[in-house]
């Protein structure tokens, strides 16, 4: 990694396992959840709950796109809300002393052509902070903050003192880059549902999961961190098992692969990338494209260009309709932004695009959802504010990052 600044610079090691795409992760959860025999369902909000004798039956819901309100009935009811466990917990009027401390994480997305790395470097900065500098594709993403947040946890953004702090970042380590403001050409902020712990800072806060549970009955399990995500779901259902008449079975997550899977090792994973890429050059697509397909769906990357043969359009946005097909269909995709945001990754890691693809998206999400015309001018305005938020910030009043 010639950028470094050599002066500092006295070795290195390889760290395996840096990359994580949290959208596809919990998409594809809820997919082999489905399978196993889950239902799932989508823009779907808990209101409130009902009881009986003082315990929960049942879950008061309302669906968000229709305003149609219906109760699940349930012998039990487990919050895994992240962020917006203590608001559940509120309306359960069971917020004790134990509480969520939320510190907000910030990403920026800059042109691989203004830090080009060969691999993902990790370094530590003058406040004792990690950060990491992670090659992508066409671009290179620079994360994350780690702040205290007392906003709204439906309107987490990226302001203009996250950008500043992680530029100042990279260009100490990588001095020659000289990185601004406006190279910057997406962004995603996040929050971490950390547990509170008196005199400790946002950075210093265990990472460590906690279950919390009620009188009426309400399980909530908050905390952790999402390497551990298979284990916590276990803790949980161990803990229902131990309470319901019938036994369950083994736990079986040790044996079940996500979707689009199995791969035992990289060496797989790699070959299966020189295929796709045989593939994607039938089609004209960039090779870029595959490693893209191939860390975004697994396997299930055969069945999406398998679909390019259904459109005759330029192969940038053959592809796209091609992924909406099968996102629409396998992947419970309601929205325009569910889509470019939450599956394909669009909206971070290739946004230059959107522009190009918008249109035919929203007019293929439109047909096979049956929108009206006002729908189809909601999705363009709300994706149109999504895309200029991530690589527009302004100045907040918080403390610095």
């Not at 693809?357 to 999400?365: F, G, L, Q, S, T």
């Amino acid at each position: 990694e010639p950028l470094i600044k050599e002066a500092i610079l006295k070795g290195g090691g390889i760290y395996a396992e840096y990359r994580t795409d949290d959208a596809r992760l919990t998409i594809e959860i809820a997919k082999l959840a489905s399978q196993q025999g889950a239902e799932c369902i989508n823009y779907v909000k808990a209101n409130d709950f009902e009881y009986t004798d003082g315990k929960i039956t049942g879950t008061l819901c309302q669906d968000t796109s229709t305003g149609e309100e219906f109760t699940i009935n349930s012998e039990f009811v487990v919050s895994a809300a992240g962020p917006w466990v203590d608001t559940i917990r509120k309306v359960n009027k069971s917020m004790t002393k134990k509480h969520l401390y939320p510190t907000k994480g910030v990403h920026i997305v800059l042109p691989f052509d203004r830090l080009p790395l060969k691999h993902s470097v990790y370094f530590d900065v003058a406040d004792g902070r990690m950060i990491f500098a992670i090659p992508r594709n066409r671009i290179t993403y620079v994360g994350t903050t780690d702040t205290a947040f007392k906003g709204n946890l439906d309107e987490v953004k990226t302001n203009q003192e996250d950008v500043d702090y992680l530029i100042k970042a990279v260009n100490n380590l990588f001095p020659t880059t000289n990185i601004q403001s406006k190279d910057v050409v997406s962004s995603w902020a996040g929050l971490r549902p950390l547990i509170f712990e008196e005199g400790k800072s946002a950075s210093e806060l265990s990472r460590k999961d906690e279950i919390f549970e009620s009188d009426s009955g309400l399980i909530s399990i908050a905390g952790g961190k999402l390497t551990g995500y298979r284990k916590m779901a276990e803790r949980i259902v161990d803990l229902l098992d131990k309470r319901m008449p019938k036994e369950l079975k083994p736990c079986e997550t040790k044996t079940l692969a996500l979707g689009g899977g199995p791969f035992n090792n990289a060496k797989e994973v790699s070959a299966y990338i020189i295929s796709i890429e045989k593939e994607v050059a039938k089609y004209g697509l960039q090779s870029f494209y595959a490693s893209y397909l191939v860390y975004n769906y697994g396997r299930q990357s055969e069945l999406i260009l398998d679909k390019m043969k259904n459109f005759e359009d330029q192969a940038d946005l053959a592809l796209a309709r091609a992924e909406l097909e099968f996102c629409v269909k396998n992947e419970q995709v309601f929205r325009a932004e569910d889509f470019f945001t939450r599956r394909s990754g669009r909206t971070f890691f290739n946004i230059d695009l959107i522009p190009k693809v918008k249109d035919a998206i929203i007019a293929d999400m439109a047909q096979m959802l049956n929108w009206d015309q006002a729908q189809i001018q909601k999705e363009n305005n709300f994706l149109d504010k999504v895309l200029y938020e991530c690589a527009n910030f302004e100045y907040s009043e918080s403390t610095s990052v």
